[in-house]
C-alpha cells in the first residue's frame, strides 16, 4: 500500500467518523440525563398560568383520537379533534399572535391583533377579518397549541384534584418539568392530564390527555420546535401580498341566533348547577364544576333534525320517555342529541360519563 492511499484512507476514516458522531448526536442528546426541578406540583401549576404573557415562536403537532362522526357543518371541528394538527406559532401577546396551520395543499392562518380576528385562507387566497364579538365559537386548531391548551385545562381543575410532579423529560430542546392531574370526580372520562413545562417561564411544552382507565393518551400536543424569542408585530400583523382578497364577514348576533327559539335552560340538570353563560346567552349553558362538566346548546330545528338523524347512524338510540335522544361515545368526549316532538333538537357535549349526560338529556325533554 502506497503511503498516498494511505494516507487518503486514513482521511475517509476521519470523515466516516466525524459523519457517525454528527448522525448519532439526536440520539445522544435524547439519552442525557433531564435535570430535575425543585418546584412542587402547586409551584409548577402557579408557574403555567402565569405564563400567557411569556412570548415565543415555535412549531408545533397535535395528535387527537376522539373517532367523532361526522355531523352537518362541523366537517373542519371532527377533523381537528381526529388526526394529526401541524401549525406554526408565532406568540407576543394575548392579544397579539399569529398561527398558521399547515396542509397538502397550502396553509390557514389565524391573526389575533389589536383590530380583531383575522383569518386568511390558502386555498381561496383571502384574508377575511371577523367583526363582531364571539361569546362562543367553535374549537380551531390555535385552541390545540400547547400553552393555550394547559392553561385551559388547569382552569377548569378544582381544588379537589391531585396534582403531583411527573419526571422531567426533554421537549424541543427544553428540559421541562412535569405535571399530572389527576381528576377527583367521578363524573368525569378524563382520567389525568400530563403537562411539561419549562420551569423557568412556566411556557406549557407539551400536554397529554388520559381518558378514564386509559394507558396511551387521547390526546398530545407539542413542540417540535421551539424558542423564547419575541416575533416582530411584522410577523404577527396580516399583510397581504398584491392579488390577495380581502372581505369582512360580519359575525352574527349569537344571543339573537340561539336564543329565542327554546324555553330557557333549567337551573340544574343531573343533580349539576349551571355555570354562568356568556355574552348573555340563556339559551346555551355549561353544567358542573371542574373537569366534570358539560354544554348544552339548542340548535336550529333543520340543523337539529339533520344531525339527529346523522347520530342515529352512527351512536346509540337510546329508550327516551319523550322524544328521541341518540348517544355517541369517544374515548374522551361524551355526546347526546335530543329532541322532544316537534321541538328545538339540544346537543349536549362534555367530558363526562355517559350515565350523567343521559340523565341530563332525559331530564332536558321532561322539562319541555
Not at 486514513?10 to 439526536?26: F, S
Not at 403537532?61 to 379533534?81: A, N, Q, Y
Not at 403537562?195 to 411556557?203: E, F, K
Not at 340548535?299 to 342515529?312: M, R, Y
Amino acid at each position: 500500500m502506497s503511503v498516498v492511499t494511505a494516507q487518503a484512507l486514513r482521511r475517509w476514516a476521519i470523515v466516516v467518523a466525524g459523519a457517525g458522531v454528527l448522525c448519532a448526536m439526536p440520539a445522544i442528546v435524547a439519552a442525557w440525563p433531564v435535570p430535575g426541578s425543585p418546584l412542587s406540583a402547586t409551584q409548577l401549576r402557579a408557574r403555567i398560568m402565569a405564563s400567557a404573557d411569556v412570548a415565543y415562536q415555535g412549531y408545533a403537532e397535535s395528535d387527537v383520537t376522539l373517532d367523532l362522526p361526522t355531523l352537518p357543518d362541523l366537517g373542519d371541528v371532527v377533523s381537528l379533534l381526529d388526526g394529526t394538527t401541524d401549525q406554526y406559532a408565532w406568540y407576543r401577546s394575548p392579544d397579539q399572535w399569529r398561527a398558521d396551520t399547515l396542509a397538502t395543499a397550502g396553509e390557514d392562518d389565524t391573526y389575533q391583533t389589536s383590530q380583531g380576528t383575522f383569518e386568511y385562507d390558502y386555498s381561496s387566497n383571502l384574508l377575511t377579518q371577523l367583526a363582531g364579538a364571539q361569546p362562543v365559537r367553535l374549537p380551531r386548531a390555535a385552541d390545540l397549541l400547547p400553552p393555550v391548551l394547559a392553561r385551559r385545562l388547569l382552569s377548569y381543575a378544582g381544588s379537589a384534584d391531585h396534582l403531583s410532579r411527573l419526571p422531567s423529560q426533554r421537549v424541543a430542546g427544553f428540559d421541562a418539568a412535569g405535571l399530572r392531574v389527576i381528576p377527583a370526580s367521578a363524573d368525569t372520562t378524563i382520567g389525568a392530564i400530563d403537562i411539561w413545562a419549562d420551569p423557568a417561564s412556566g411556557l406549557p411544552v407539551q400536554v397529554e390527555v388520559f381518558g378514564r382507565g386509559a394507558s396511551t393518551p387521547v390526546l398530545v400536543t407539542r413542540f417540535l420546535g421551539l424558542s423564547l424569542s419575541t416575533p416582530s408585530v411584522a410577523t404577527v400583523t396580516p399583510n397581504p401580498a398584491p392579488g390577495v382578497g380581502f372581505n369582512v364577514a360580519r359575525l352574527p348576533d349569537v344571543s339573537g341566533v340561539l336564543n329565542g327559539f327554546a324555553p330557557p335552560l333549567p337551573s340544574q340538570l343531573a343533580g349539576l348547577g349551571m355555570v354562568a353563560s356568556p355574552g348573555g346567552l340563556s339559551d346555551v349553558a355549561a353544567y358542573g364544576a371542574g373537569l366534570a362538566r358539560f354544554v348544552v346548546v339548542p340548535l336550529p330545528l333543520q340543523v337539529g333534525n339533520t344531525a339527529l338523524t346523522k347520530a342515529s347512524s352512527v351512536g346509540a338510540v337510546l329508550k327516551a320517555p319523550v322524544g328521541q335522544e341518540v348517544l355517541v361515545r369517544t374515548p374522551l368526549l361524551t355526546m347526546v342529541l335530543a329532541g322532544p316532538p316537534g321541538g328545538p333538537v339540544y346537543l349536549l357535549v362534555g367530558a363526562v360519563t355517559p350515565g350523567l349526560i343521559e340523565q341530563a338529556a332525559t331530564q332536558l325533554l321532561e322539562s319541555e
